[in-house]
C-alpha cells in the first residue's frame, strides 16, 4: 500500500495559460523512495506539472507540501535547497566541458568560489560518478558522449545536490533497449537510497515495468491512480486517452492459397532483391528507418518507376506495371504518404474524389450508370464515417481524419486486389485513427484484399499486421510475426540500424 511518509503532497491545484487550464484540480502525494510515474498522453499537462514543483510555474490556486510543510510560494532555488531536481530532455549539460567540469559546474557556483581548485572538482566528480557505479572518463569532452552517457551524467550531477525526489522528463525518449535497463537499473539504485523519482512518460511497457506507483492525467486532470500491479497496458491506454481500442492483433489467415502478390528479385532505384509474397487477407507491415527505400519500393508498385527488374505476379498471373493506368488496371491501389499533395483534389467535392478513379475506370464503357455510382459512393461514406453534411462539399472541408477516409473510399470504390497504404493514420487524432485501423481490418477481410501497410508508427504495424517487414537500405532484413512482438522489440530493432 502508499503508505509510506510523504515527500510531496499537491492539494487541489490549479494552473491556466492565457484561458488554457492546463492543470484542473490536480492533487498528487509522491511518498519517499517510490517511484512514481506520471502517466499522459502529449498535452496532458505532464511538463506544466513538473514546472509546478520545480518551482518554476506557481499555481493559480491549490496547495503544495515537501515533508509535510506547506509552502507559501516555492521559487526555483527553494526546490532545489529541498532536493528537488528536474532532469530535462536536453539534460541541461555543456558539451565544450568535460564530464567533471560539467559535475561541478553547479556546485562551484552555488559556492562562488574564485579559485577553482582542479583537484577538489576531480575527487567529486569521481565520487559522483562512482556512486551510480558509472564508468565514464572525467576528462573527456560532454559533446563526445552518447545520449545514454550524457542522461547518466545529469543524473549523477543532480544526485550531488542531496537529491529528495528526482523528476525525470521523458527519459527514455532516445536510449536504446539496452540503455534503457542500464537507466532503469540506476533509477531503482536511487530508490534503495530513498530517494523518490518521478518518471514522466506514455509509454505504457516501461511504465509498467519501472514504476511502484501510477497516476494517470488527462486534460490537466488526475483520471486515475493507483499501485502499478493494478494496471495494465489497456488500462492505462483506456485512462490516458478516455477510449476504448480493440487491441487484439489482426487474425491471421492460413496460407494455403496461390499468394494475391507475388515480388520476385524485385529491384528498383531505391531497393533491391525484394521477395515478397502477399496472401488474400493480410495485411503485412514493412518500416525502416528514413531512406530504407519503403515508399519507392509502393511507388514502383504502383507504376510509377517503370524501369524495374525482376517479376511481378498476382494472383498467379504476371503482370506489367510501367505506369499507373496499369498497376490499377492490375488491381493495385495505392493511398500516399502526403495525401494532400498526391491523394486527394483539394478543390473538387468529397463525391467526385471518391469516384475519381472509378470515374476513369468507365471513361471506356459505355453504359457508366452515374446515379448508382453516387449511391455507391454515399454508402462508401456513410461505412467510413466520414463526417460531412453533404457531401457536394468540397474535401477541403474536412479534418486529417475524413480527409484519409476519401482516399481510402476512393480505392476501395475500385476493384483493388491489393492495397497499398503509406503513413495510413500520419497526423490524424487518436480516435479518429482507431476507426481507420477498424474499416481497414474489415474490408481487408471482406473483400479478401491483401494490404501492404508502410509505416512508421510501431503501435499500428503491432496491432494491425500479421507480420512486419523491416526494410534498410533497400531490402527486406527481417520478419517479425505480429502475434509474437510488441512494439518496443521492433522499436529497439530499429534503433540498432541507426
Ligand atoms: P505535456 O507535457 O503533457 O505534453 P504540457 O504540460 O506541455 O503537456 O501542456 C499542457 C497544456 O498546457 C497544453 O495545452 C499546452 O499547450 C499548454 N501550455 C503549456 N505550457 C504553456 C505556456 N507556457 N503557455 C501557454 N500554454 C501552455
Ligand atoms: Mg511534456
Known amino acids: 500500500m502508499h503508505e509510506q511518509q510523504e515527500f510531496l503532497l499537491l492539494h487541489n491545484v490549479h494552473k491556466y495559460f492565457s484561458g488554457v487550464h492546463a492543470v484542473n484540480n490536480l492533487s498528487l502525494s509522491i511518498k519517499k523512495g517510490e517511484i512514481h510515474c506520471l502517466a499522459g498522453e502529449n498535452g496532458s499537462g505532464k511538463s506544466t506539472l513538473i514546472k509546478i514543483i520545480s518551482g518554476i510555474h506557481t499555481p493559480e490556486e491549490g496547495q503544495i507540501l515537501i515533508n509535510g510543510r506547506q509552502q507559501t510560494s516555492l521559487s526555483p532555488a527553494q526546490a532545489i535547497s529541498h532536493g ?10 555543456f558539451n565544450n566541458l568535460t564530464v567533471a567540469e560539467n559535475l561541478t559546474f553547479n556546485a562551484n557556483l552555488a559556492r562562488k568560489k574564485q579559485f577553482i581548485n582542479w583537484h577538489e572538482i576531480k575527487k567529486e566528480a569521481h565520487s559522483a560518478l562512482s556512486r551510480l557505479e558509472i564508468d565514464i572518463d572525467l576528462n573527456r569532452e560532454v559533446g563526445t558522449l552518447s545520449v545514454a552517457q550524457k542522461q547518466l551524467i545529469a543524473i549523477a550531477r543532480a544526485l550531488m545536490f542531496n537529491a529528495r525526489l528526482l523528476i525525470m522528463d521523458e527519459p527514455t525518449t532516445a536510449l536504446t533497449g539496452r540503455e534503457v535497463k542500464v537507466l532503469f537499473d540506476i533509477v531503482r539504485g536511487i530508490r534503495a537510497e530513498g530517494i523518490s523519482i518521478l518518471f514522466v512518460s506514455h509509454k505504457m511497457r516501461e511504465m509498467l515495468e519501472i514504476s511502484d506507483w501510477i497516476t494517470v492525467i488527462r486534460n490537466g486532470s488526475k483520471v486515475a491512480e493507483g499501485p502499478t500491479s493494478e494496471f495494465d497496458e489497456k488500462l492505462l491506454t483506456w485512462h490516458m486517452t478516455g477510449q476504448q481500442f480493440s487491441h487484439e492483433k489482426y487474425f491471421c489467415p492460413e496460407k494455403t492459397e496461390i499468394p494475391r502478390l507475388e515480388l520476385r528479385n524485385f529491384c528498383g532505384r531505391a531497393f533491391t532483391d525484394i521477395n ?36 511481378v505476379i498476382i494472383d498467379g498471373e504476371p503482370v506489367t506495371l510501367r505506369s499507373i493506368q496499369q498497376a490499377i488496371a492490375s488491381g493495385i491501389a495505392y493511398v500516399p504518404e502526403d495525401r494532400l499533395s498526391e491523394g486527394l483534389f483539394l478543390s473538387q467535392s468529397i463525391l467526385r474524389n471518391i469516384l475519381a478513379t472509378t470515374l476513369d475506370d468507365h471513361k471506356t464503357t459505355l453504359f457508366f450508370d452515374r446515379k448508382k455510382a453516387n449511391i455507391k459512393a454515399a454508402g462508401m461514406v456513410e461505412d467510413l464515417t466520414i463526417n460531412t453534411v453533404n457531401i457536394r462539399n468540397s474535401v477541403s472541408t474536412l479534418s486529417g481524419g475524413n480527409q484519409q477516409r476519401v482516399v481510402l473510399a476512393k480505392w476501395l470504390l475500385t476493384q483493388a486486389r491489393v492495397l497499398i497504404l503509406n503513413g495510413p493514420t500520419v497526423g490524424v487524432d487518436v480516435g479518429s485513427k482507431a476507426e481507420i485501423h477498424q474499416k481497414i481490418r474489415t474490408i481487408t477481410s471482406e473483400k479478401a484484399l491483401s494490404v501492404l501497410m508502410i509505416s512508421d508508427d510501431i503501435q499500428e504495424l503491432v496491432y494491425n499486421c500479421n507480420r512486419i517487414l523491416i526494410m534498410h537500405r533497400g531490402r527486406f532484413i527481417d520478419e517479425i510475426p505480429a502475434e509474437k512482438t510488441e512494439e518496443n522489440d521492433i522499436n529497439n530493432r530499429l534503433k540498432e540500424l541507426i
Open 84 to 93: 528537488i531536481q528536474v532532469i530535462y530532455q536536453d539534460f541541461s549539460l
Open 276 to 311: 515478397l509474397q502477399l496472401y488474400r487477407k493480410e495485411i503485412v507491415g514493412i518500416t525502416g528507418l528514413l531512406g530504407s527505400g519503403r515508399t519507392e519500393l509502393a511507388q514502383a508498385l504502383f507504376g510509377m518507376e517503370p524501369n524495374f527488374l525482376g517479376e
